[in-house]
């Protein structure tokens, strides 16, 4: 699925102590938790989700979800961590404990603006800190980065050029009423709005690749640009080596404009997204090693770091008005690289090291969300066969092809998330083995109702069946008028689980979900003859 892409900034930091055992010596490390914090995003022309496609460039958001270490204010040279007295012993944890220490930055309001002299402070640390994330990542310094300060007007300007550029323009709308298909957005939501507004609200500072310079914002605070710094000059670091924007769209394919997909174009159409997360799991990575690095720990040897951000990444503070109220797909799909991209990074750390982890993932880069989210399979060399396509142009020669594309594990984890729930997902997800979805017009009508073909295959028979039970249960929530027509499987009433058959007829057209084996075949809105059609030849195919 493609998909691409706060009202006024107000970053108020507010400080909490956080307690958390090191394995290795049994220290108590004093942490702070930044309750509204950074939130790194590359928008470089890669999907979050396969169902969208952000707008060009790299930015950094405080989207107020991640859990950021800084273990003192000046954020000076390292040193080791003190043990805890008696006194901060018995305070209570951060989840009861409301109260700010002694020593704390000022808050940040929109008013905020950093001075000549503060800017010129900033800057000059800009040699130091690429210097740490060279070391921290072992790719090579190959020349200077210049950094910008940058305006609120300036940003908001860029923003509205490149969502106006055409091309981008007719991807985000055709993203949008797929994703209203899949009742992933509510159907008044304007998606291009959104994602100006959330921008506007949370934007931080970007490094661009095609001019080389990392934009700092000149409302943030100095202390707060430190570690945005570590990120993103970890993407100028990125860009020295091997090219981000080369990288990051040699993958990058809009199927509609090709005349005849085949199979590896639509499983293809999931690796920018699986790319996107290692760019920015890396710099997530320099960024907490950055944070950590008075006391000596690394994201390397402290992996209940990575756990404790993926755990915090998507809570949001009041301050975040957009993201807060931004439906489940897109705040999942805004969040995606930065979660499970942080723990790929960790992964391949453990496994690797640096060489792996950094310029390895660049030079092998993994192919899908599945090798993202379960970094297991990246580091077995698991390749999964990509699924047999219909001939889209015979059997749909009534319709017009509106979109297609690759629906990755990230993709059915977030619409059984919004469907069932987290608890349903996470059991499932990993069971998906390849998806795509095919959404058309009816030829002679400019304003014809969108139909749609989803195919999905799963790990077996039980966890198809399960998956188009959930599907199914959800239906009256995407449909007014929902009534089921036909049966040749297990009622609906069988928990957990569908077979056969199913049909129903609703407002906008007739739903049906076929099940054969561990392939789950669903159409919506298209006429019978063109589902009948659809149903021999996926099933053919898939059972070959």
């Known amino acids: 699925m493609k998909f691409r892409g706060r009202q006024d900034l107000n970053p108020e930091i507010r400080f909490q102590y956080l307690e958390i055992r090191d394995r290795g010596d049994d220290r108590l490390l004093r942490a702070v938790i930044i309750s509204n914090s950074t939130f790194m995003t590359n928008l470089t022309r890669a999907s979050y989700g396969s169902f969208f496609r952000p707008t060009t460039f790299c930015a950094l958001l405080t989207l107020g979800f991640s859990f950021l270490w800084q273990i003192s204010a000046a954020q000076t040279a390292p040193a080791p961590a003190k043990p805890p007295s008696a006194e901060e012993k018995q305070q209570p944890s951060a989840e009861t404990d409301t109260r700010k220490p002694e020593k704390q930055s000022e808050p940040l309001t929109v008013e905020t603006k ?10 000059r640390e800009v040699d130091q800190i690429l210097q740490f994330a060279s070391k921290d990542t072992a790719l090579p310094i190959k020349r200077v980065v210049k950094p910008r300060l940058t305006s ?13 550029e055409d091309k981008d323009a007719k991807r985000l709308r055709r993203s949008e009423l797929v994703l209203k298909k899949f009742g992933l957005l509510p159907q008044d939501f304007d998606l291009g709005k959104f994602l100006v507004g959330l921008l506007k609200e949370q934007i931080a500072g970007y490094y661009d690749p095609k001019t080389k310079v990392v934009n700092l914002l000149d409302w943030v605070d100095v202390a707060a640009q430190r ?9 100028a670091l990125q860009d020295q080596s091997f090219n981000l924007n080369k990288w990051m769209t040699k993958s990058d394919v809009d199927l509609q404009t090709k005349r005849k997909p085949s199979p590896v174009d639509v499983q293809n159409d999931e690796t920018s997204e699986a790319r996107q997360a290692v760019v920015e799991g890396q710099a997530m990575a320099v960024l907490v090693d950055y944070m950590l690095r008075p006391t000596g ?18 809570v949001g503070t009041p301050d975040s008005i957009q993201f807060r109220n931004a439906p489940i797909y897109l705040r999942e799909a805004l969040t995606f690289p930065y979660r499970y991209g942080l723990e790929f990074e960790a992964a391949l750390l453990r496994a690797g090291g640096k060489q792996k982890a950094y310029a390895g993932a660049f030079l092998n880069p993994p192919r899908t969300t599945r090798q993202i989210m379960e970094p297991k399979t990246y580091l077995s060399g698991e390749r999964i066969e990509p699924l047999p396509l219909p001939d889209f142009k015979h059997i749909f020669k009534n319709y017009k092809r509106f979109d297609i594309g690759a629906i990755g594990e990230f993709d059915v984890a977030v619409l059984i998330d919004q469907y069932a729930g987290a608890d349903a997902s996470r059991e499932l997800y990993p069971g998906w083995r390849g998806a795509y979805y095919y959404a058309t017009r009816h030829k002679g009508a400019a304003a014809a109702r969108l139909g749609m073909l ?14 188009a039970a959930i599907y199914a249960k959800y239906l009256p929530k995407r449909y007014v008028d929902l009534r089921e027509a036909a049966s040749d499987g297990e009622s609906m009433n069988t928990p957990g689980r569908l077979t056969g058959t199913h049909a129903w007829v609703t407002e906008a057209g007739p739903v049906v979900i076929q099940i054969k084996g561990d392939t789950v075949l669903i159409s919506e809105s298209l006429d019978q003859p063109t589902t009948d059609k659809l149903e021999r030849a996926v099933f053919n195919d898939a059972t070959r």
């Open 114 to 123: 950093i001075t000549s002299k503060e800017a010129d402070e900033l800057f």
């Open 152 to 164: 609120r007007d300036e940003v908001v300007a860029y923003l509205q050029k490149n969502m106006a």
């Open 227 to 235: 570690p945005v710094l570590a990120h993103e000059l970890t993407h």
């Open 297 to 314: 720990q690394s994201l390397a040897n402290s992996p209940e770091v990575a756990k404790a951000l993926e755990d915090g990444m998507l």
């Open 454 to 467: 989803f195919v999905s295959r799963w790990s077996d028979p039980a966890k198809a069946g399960q998956f």
